[in-house]
């Protein structure tokens, strides 16, 4: 008599070996014991196999790095990673007596922009010195105020102390909007074309050697 054939139920989606269901099916008869067991043997191992395949996890891809954010320079030193960007042409601030002024009415000369407020304790300690060196050396030494209060606040606070530069007014705050300020005070060197040479937030030693010469060249 011809042995019945065997037929194996294909599992729907693989899953973990604790899950895994086959089933073997055969029509009852004469079937000879020893053919069976080596049938069903291979059922098994056929079962075993998939059953392996289905647990092996995929290998997930590396998650892509992300680009490191570009490092802010210190306060207190010099900063040059806006170098050659122009400077804000389209702001305008306000001298005393009401003349408007922007960086192109300074073409052709180098300018230190130096914002600064009356409530700004390192702005006013270091004013002095910025006083200083606008009479030593050759570049324009512009402070631009920031104060909400208007010339009311500058006034009162500038007096007659300095004699080298004097301030202008940036009220609401375009300047600093403008160069992307982390604080006050923030220092500009600009070049003869209006672009930016180096800035620094906080302060420097304004009568030190190699801060003259970095504004000088």
């Not at 631009?144 to 940036?170: C, H, P, R, T, Y």
Request: charged share 20%.
């Amino acid at each position: 008599m011809a042995v019945p054939p065997l037929m194996l139920v294909p599992l729907p989606v693989p899953q973990p070996l604790a899950a895994c269901h086959c089933a073997v099916y055969r029509k009852l008869g004469d079937v000879k014991e020893p053919t069976m067991r080596k049938m069903m043997l291979m059922a098994a191992m056929l079962t075993l196999a998939a059953c392996d395949k289905a647990e092996t996890p995929k290998a997930e891809a590396p998650a892509a790095a992300k680009p490191a954010a570009p490092a802010q320079a210190a306060i207190n030193t010099i900063d040059r990673s806006h170098a050659g960007e122009p400077g804000p042409a389209a702001v305008v601030w306000e001298m005393k007596g009401g003349a408007k002024q922007s960086l192109a009415d300074h073409k052709g000369m180098k300018m230190l922009v130096n914002l600064w407020a009356t409530w700004c304790a390192p702005c006013i300690a270091e004013m002095p010195a910025l006083d200083k060196l606008a009479g030593e050396v050759p570049v324009m030494v512009l402070p631009i105020s920031q104060d909400m209060e208007g010339w009311q606040a500058v006034d009162k606070f500038w007096g007659k102390k300095f004699k080298n530069i004097d301030s202008g007014l940036d009220q609401p705050g375009s300047f600093a909007e403008a160069v992307k300020a982390r604080g006050l005070p923030v220092t500009i060197l600009y070049d003869e074309q209006g672009r930016e040479v180096w800035r620094v937030a906080g302060t420097l030693d304004w009568e030190s050697a190699e801060v003259r010469k970095a504004i000088t060249g």
